[in-house]
């Protein structure tokens, strides 16, 4: 996002949370969220120069995004080159309540994504695994022991073509 634009925005409008508790962003903080998705390591006067704000600003808009949930700034890696060979995307079906299904699988440490779903699937879950034995024991014997899970199925991932989380703010 071009300075230009960021300085004819409001810099003095506030966040505060919407009606439903979500936080609402100004234009300040999209900019600010669009820099560091660019470069999570961008030093806050870059920021500051780039959105119109002082570092101290900038910094303390990062941490309150920070704090709200808003974002994480996290180094991203090839699970390959960290030892992680088998990943996968599974598709789980729920008898019951299916928020409690999503907490069980959001608490275990291999499964890095979990979202409710409508459609074929009441949940859709990524896992990342040292091997094929290990994602084995992770559905058949963690997954699937899970009450109020039915069903699940499997989509092993065969290669990593893209990985980004730079779809900005629009």
């Not at 560091?36 to 101290?56: C, T």
């Not at 030892?83 to 999503?102: H, I």
Request: net charge negative.
């Amino acid at each position: 996002m071009h300075s230009e634009l960021v300085a004819s925005r409001s810099a003095d409008q506030r966040d505060t949370a919407s009606r439903n508790g979500t936080p609402h962003l100004d234009a300040v903080s999209l900019a600010i969220i669009e820099q560091l998705q660019e470069d999570g390591r961008r030093p806050y006067a870059a920021i500051g120069k780039a959105v119109g704000l002082s570092e101290a600003a900038v910094r303390q808009r990062v941490q309150k995004l920070l704090d709200q949930g808003v974002m994480q700034i996290v180094a991203v890696t090839d699970p390959l080159t960290v030892g992680f060979r088998r990943q996968a995307m599974v598709g789980v079906n729920v008898e019951g309540d299916v928020e409690s299904v999503a907490d069980a699988l959001a608490a275990m440490s291999e499964c890095e994504y979990v979202v409710m779903t409508a459609g074929s699937f009441d949940l859709m879950v990524e896992i990342v695994c040292e091997d094929d034995d290990h994602l084995l024991d992770v559905i058949n014997k963690r997954m699937r022991a899970i009450p109020g899970v039915r069903s699940t199925e499997s989509f092993v991932y065969l290669k990593l073509k893209k990985q980004t989380y730079m779809w900005g703010t629009r």
